[in-house]
């Protein structure tokens, strides 16, 4: 039976192991503490019978006015435990504390433009792809947002028709 909960400063001990992925962001420990500090209710583990991480999700709060939103830093999962959606579960917990608790327009991630894997997986959890940023640490990242209840008229996740670049980001 998996368990979902709270990610605690053990954690960062003992998930090593699902950050090996090659498809996963790796971060220093300054980082992972940073947003355990700040954004507690944003980061969670999924744990299997005998404490075995098997995924989980960072992510924060963030922006001003109608771009006040969910964001998803990191959500992964150990490769022997894919295909069960692990990662749909934790994304839900994402979603529903910031449309809840937090009362955010959307929620948004950035995902590798080569990862389809992933792309497909966030298009079938109803995720748009809002935008293209180039140059965006290692390469070319993809925008992908999903509406929250508050953004009625979904403005949120209008596309924008042209690539962007770092630096006209909104925020990091």
């Known amino acids: 039976m ?15 192991s699902v950050n090996l992925d090659h498809l996963t962001e790796t971060f220093n420990m300054s980082f992972y503490m940073t947003y355990l500090a700040r954004w507690p209710d944003y980061f969670h583990v999924a744990e299997a019978p005998g404490n075995r991480v098997m995924g989980y999700i960072m992510g924060k709060v963030e922006g001003q006015g109608e771009s006040w939103h969910g964001h998803v830093t990191a959500v992964t999962v150990a490769p022997e435990f894919r295909r069960q959606q ?17 009362k955010a327009y959307f929620v948004d991630l950035f995902v590798r433009a080569s990862n389809t894997p992933a792309i497909k997986m966030y298009e079938k959890l109803e995720y748009i792809i809002y935008r293209r940023v180039l140059r965006y640490y290692s390469g070319r990242k993809t925008d992908m947002r999903k509406a929250l209840s508050r953004d009625v008229e979904k403005k949120s996740i209008i596309p924008l028709k042209r690539p962007v670049t770092p630096d006209e980001l909104e925020y990091d």
């Open 2 to 16: 998996t368990t979902i909960r709270r990610f605690c400063c053990d954690d960062l001990l003992r998930f090593s």
């Open 86 to 102: 692990l990662a749909k579960k934790l994304m839900n917990l994402l979603e529903d504390i910031s449309d809840k608790i937090d």
